[in-house]
C-alpha cells in the first residue's frame, strides 16, 4: 500500500506529538505553572524554560527563512504575520485565555496532558473548549458579539509602508533599512541572543536538566512542525491536496497549537463538507495525548481524578468557555502564540502572550485575595 504524502506529514505531526506530549508530561513545562512559580514564589525556572524554547524555535525559523527552506511571509495558519494588525483583538483574546486557563487549571496543552493522565475533569474542559472553539470559528459567535466592534480596531500596516507585524518588517520599516534577508536574520538572531542570555544566565536553571530538557524539546517540536508543513514536503502536501478527490482539510504552512485544531475537529466530525476530517492539527491534539499516556503509565502515575466539588465544575467549566473563545480572538493559545506564533516574530503574539500572563497574575491574586477573605 502506497503511502502518500498526506499521510506522511500527519505521521510526522504525530510522531512529533507523542515525543512532546511525553517530555512535557515528564519535566513539567506549563506556562501556568510558570505564571505561578513567578507570582507565587519568586520562581523563574519554568519561565526560562518556556522562552528557552520560544528562542530555539525563532532561531530555527530565522536560519531555515535565510537558507530559503522556508517562507512564513506567506499565509500560515493562524496568519500570524498579516499586516492586518488588530491589537485590540490579541489583548482582549489574551486575557480571556489567561483568565480561563487559571480557572480550568491549565492551558489547551496542559488539558491534553492531565487528560493523558487520566484526569477526567479535563475531557470536560476539552468538551467544552473545543465547542467554544468551533461556535468562534465556524458557527455566528465571532461575527455577531465581536467583529462589529473589534473591526474598528484592526490597522493596515501596507498603508504605512510595513510588509507585516513581525519586528524584522517593522524594524525595516522604521529605520529605512534594506529589506534583505541578511538585515532580517540579524534583527532576528539578536532577539535569540538576548532571550538565550536571559536565560542561561541563571545557574540554578543550568543545572535543572528537566526544565532544559522540556525547553529544547518543545522549541525543536514547533519548528519540526514548520519543517514539516513549510519545507519540501510541505509543498508536495500542497500539490497532493490540489489533485486529491477528497480534499484534506487545513492544507496550509502551520505548526504546533491547540485551539483552532479542537474547533476545526468538532466542524469537520459534524459536517466534513467533502473533506477529510482528520488533518494536522487533529494529529498533534492526539499525539500530545498519546505522549502523555505513555509517560504517566510508564513512569506508574497514571491515576483517574474527578471534580472535587460542583463549584471546582463550574469553575472549571467557565475556564474552558473562556479559553476556547479567548484563544480564538488571540489566534491562538500559549504555544501557539507563545511559542509557534512568536517564532514568526509576530508582535501580534507577543501582545497576546503578555495578556495571557496578565490575565492569569491578575486571576491568581484575586483567587489568594478570595481565599484570604474566606478565612477571615
Given amino acids: ?36 512559580d513567578w507570582v507565587n514564589m519568586g520562581d523563574l525556572g519554568r519561565l526560562r524554560a518556556w522562552v528557552l524554547a520560544m528562542a530555539i524555535a525563532i532561531a530555527g525559523v530565522t536560519v531555515l527563512e535565510v537558507l530559503g527552506i522556508l517562507n512564513l511571509s506567506e499565509a500560515t495558519f493562524p496568519p500570524y504575520r498579516t499586516s492586518m494588525f488588530n491589537p485590540l483583538r490579541y489583548v482582549l483574546g489574551g486575557l480571556l485565555f489567561g483568565i480561563g486557563m487559571t480557572l480550568a487549571s491549565g492551558c489547551g496543552n496542559k488539558t491534553l496532558i492531565r487528560l493523558g493522565g ?14 467554544f472553539a468551533y461556535q468562534m470559528m465556524w458557527g455566528n459567535a465571532y461575527a455577531h458579539w465581536f467583529e462589529p466592534w473589534l473591526a474598528s480596531a484592526s490597522i493596515d500596516l501596507m498603508q504605512y509602508g510595513l510588509a507585516s507585524q513581525s519586528v524584522s518588517d517593522v524594524v525595516i520599516g522604521v529605520t529605512g533599512l534594506s529589506a534583505t534577508p541578511m538585515i532580517k536574520a540579524a534583527i532576528g538572531l539578536v532577539i535569540v541572543g538576548l532571550l538565550l542570555l536571559w536565560v542561561i544566565r541563571s545557574t540554578e536553571f543550568r543545572s535543572n536538566h528537566d526544565q532544559l530538557l522540556s525547553g529544547i524539546v518543545v522549541g525543536m517540536a514547533v519548528l519540526a512542525g514548520w519543517c514539516l508543513t513549510g519545507g519540501p514536503l510541505g509543498q508536495a502536501w500542497k500539490e497532493y491536496a490540489e489533485f486529491s478527490d477528497v480534499m484534506p ?55 483517574i481524578e474527578w471534580f472535587s466539588s460542583v463549584s471546582d465544575g463550574i469553575r472549571h467549566v467557565c475556564g474552558a468557555a473562556l479559553m476556547g473563545v479567548g484563544g480564538v480572538l488571540a489566534m491562538g493559545c500559549t504555544l501557539g502564540q507563545g511559542v509557534t506564533g512568536a517564532s514568526t516574530l509576530a508582535i501580534g503574539a507577543m501582545l497576546a502572550v503578555c495578556a495571557m500572563m496578565s490575565g492569569a497574575a491578575l486571576t491568581m491574586k484575586y483567587q489568594y485575595w478570595r481565599m484570604l477573605q474566606e478565612d477571615v
Fill in 1 to 36: 500500500m502506497e503511502v502518500t504524502v498526506h499521510q506522511q506529514v500527519l505521521a510526522g505531526a504525530f510522531i512529533v506529538a507523542v515525543v512532546m506530549g511525553a517530555t512535557v508530561s515528564k519535566t513539567q513545562f506549563c506556562t501556568l505553572g510558570a505564571v505561578s
Fill in 118 to 131: 487520566g484526569n477526567l475533569k479535563s475531557f470536560v474542559v476539552l468538551l467544552v473548549m473545543s465547542g
Fill in 249 to 303: 482539510s487545513r492544507v496550509q504552512v502551520q505548526s504546533l497549537t491547540f485551539i483552532s485544531p479542537l474547533g476545526d475537529t468538532v466542524h469537520f466530525l459534524l459536517d466534513a463538507g467533502g473533506h477529510t476530517w482528520l488533518n494536522f492539527g487533529g494529529m498533534v491534539v492526539v499525539g500530545v495525548i498519546i505522549g502523555a499516556v505513555i509517560e504517566t503509565v510508564s513512569a506508574r502515575k497514571f491515576r
